[in-house]
């Protein structure tokens, strides 16, 4: 079954290179280290006996990070290696590390590449994060003797059912894992289902849940929020198209009952932002663009955050927040971030990917699922009106996290059980 699934890869290849040149239409950087995607150039022994965490884009990059913080702190000297798919991911990978890792693009799914890539790193343990499932990468890595961990895994009923569908594919390649640390015990009963042993699964939480809110990041979101005064305040944050329509004409619903109100925009994809920023404009809806440092001043209905690596301080500018990519069925985003800043979180109802953490946010009282631009408008109009309901659920949202906190440290002690000795560097 992997000789098939591998040999559908080789035929597309044509496809994926062409998907790089049509994606660099607006985002250049795909059309560039392409040879990392193949895993050529790299020299043999680059490093010696490494430590591989792979994420995907920047939501997983900024998830992971506080573990790869953890590990490059009880880990000095194992080189670490880290990758990523996207352009922005290995933006925001060498933003937030520099040269204390490695970062490269995570070689697509062919066995040569693999063998390219492992000749070079030479890993001794893989971190997948979250649901990078690969069945070549898991059987390259364990071929060469590499420990394998799934650390933060999820597994939607969407995703279950997805791999079931292909048990001789999927079972071989859950079997190579060492260790699978996931969220939650309906995520374990999917991947048992799915052909993993149960000992060697493992509740961990989500490390999602450890995020801090550091000085820095405190004082940056309160200065940004200084100018605004006392207008309402709300940002609609990782949007996608045909989410971005929805968001300003509630925007626009909200502005005739509340006709200072200010919305942060915050699309998903940096290749977006010029649409977006259109978008506002035909709209008919005062703009300013974070990257041209435009001034916000009364006439500015919409402050378009055309910036990377700066979600985080924003949700802390905002008196709501609107998690997107639930509006449209992609399933959603994090919602822990305006939640760790005490925020009432507003999201759709396309959720797959966070049920269990949407599901703890409605428990307490701290979320509004809302299905349409006129119930998100009235939504946050009633919010912004009961500042008394606002801090309830701000408090509640903030509560959630601080009580699931402790699996970043769970997650690096899993770490440590199959950390390579230094014998075996």
């Given at each position: 079954m992997r000789s098939l699934y591998t040999l559908l890869w080789y035929f597309s290849l044509?496809?994926?290179?062409?998907?790089?040149?049509?994606?660099?239409?607006?985002?250049?950087a795909y059309r560039q280290r392409w040879r990392e995607r193949l895993a050529l150039g790299y020299r043999r022994g680059t490093l010696n006996g490494s430590v591989w965490v792979h994420a995907v884009s920047v939501g997983e990059t900024l998830a992971a990070a506080p573990l790869i913080e953890g590990l490059l702190a009880?880990?000095?000297?194992?080189?670490?290696?880290?990758?990523?798919?996207?352009p922005t991911g290995s933006e925001r990978v060498r933003a937030l590390f520099g040269e204390r890792v490695t970062h490269v693009y995570?070689?697509?799914?062919?066995?040569?590449?693999?063998?390219?890539?492992?000749?070079?790193?030479d890993p001794r343990l893989v971190v997948i994060l979250e649901t990078e499932l690969w069945p070549n990468l898991c059987a390259a890595a364990k071929a060469r003797g590499a420990k394998l961990l799934l650390m933060n895994g999820r597994l939607s009923e969407k995703s279950y059912r997805g791999y079931a569908?292909?048990?001789?594919?999927?079972?071989?390649?859950?079997?190579?894992?060492?260790?699978?640390a996931v969220q939650t015990e309906a995520e374990a009963r999917r991947f048992e289902a799915l052909g993993a042993s149960r000992s060697r699964l493992v509740v961990n939480g989500s490390v999602k849940f450890d995020l801090t809110l550091d000085d820095a990041v405190r004082e940056r979101a309160a200065a940004l929020r200084v100018p605004w005064g006392e207008r309402p305040v709300w940002i609609a944050a990782s949007t996608h198209p045909g989410e971005d329509e929805i968001?300003?004409?509630?925007?626009?619903?909200?502005?005739?009952?509340?006709?200072?109100?200010?919305?942060i925009l915050v699309p998903r994809h940096p290749e977006?932002?010029?649409?977006?920023?259109?978008?506002?404009?035909?709209?008919?809806?005062?703009?300013?663009r974070r990257s041209r440092q435009e001034a916000v001043d009364d006439g500015v209905a919409v402050y378009l955050a055309d910036t990377m690596g700066e979600l985080l301080m924003l949700f802390g500018a905002a008196d709501l927040a609107f998690v997107g990519g639930s509006l449209v069925p992609v399933g959603g985003h994090n919602l822990l971030e305006p939640?760790?800043?005490?925020?009432?979180?507003?999201?759709?109802?396309?959720?797959?990917?966070?049920?269990?953490?949407?599901?703890?946010?409605?428990?307490?009282?701290?979320l509004s699922v809302v299905s349409g631009e006129e119930q998100l408008a009235a939504t946050l109009a009633a919010l912004h009106d009961d500042a008394g309901e606002r801090r309830r659920r701000g408090e509640a949202a903030a509560g959630v996290v601080a009580a699931n906190r402790g699996a970043l440290q769970r997650g690096l002690n899993i770490c440590a059980s199959l950390w390579p000795s230094r014998s075996g560097l």
């Open positions: 044509p496809l994926l290179f062409l998907r790089l040149w049509w994606r660099g239409r607006r985002a250049p009880a880990h000095p000297d194992t080189p670490l290696v880290v990758t990523t798919t996207t995570c070689p697509w799914e062919l066995p040569g590449a693999y063998r390219r890539f492992l000749d070079a790193f569908r292909l048990p001789r594919l999927v079972r071989p390649m859950l079997a190579r894992f060492d260790t699978l968001v300003l004409a509630s925007h626009r619903r909200l502005r005739a009952t509340h006709p200072d109100a200010l919305l977006r932002f010029d649409d977006v920023a259109a978008l506002v404009r035909r709209a008919g809806l005062g703009l300013a939640a760790a800043w005490g925020k009432p979180v507003l999201t759709g109802p396309h959720l797959h990917n966070f049920t269990a953490i949407a599901a703890l946010l409605d428990e307490a009282g701290a």
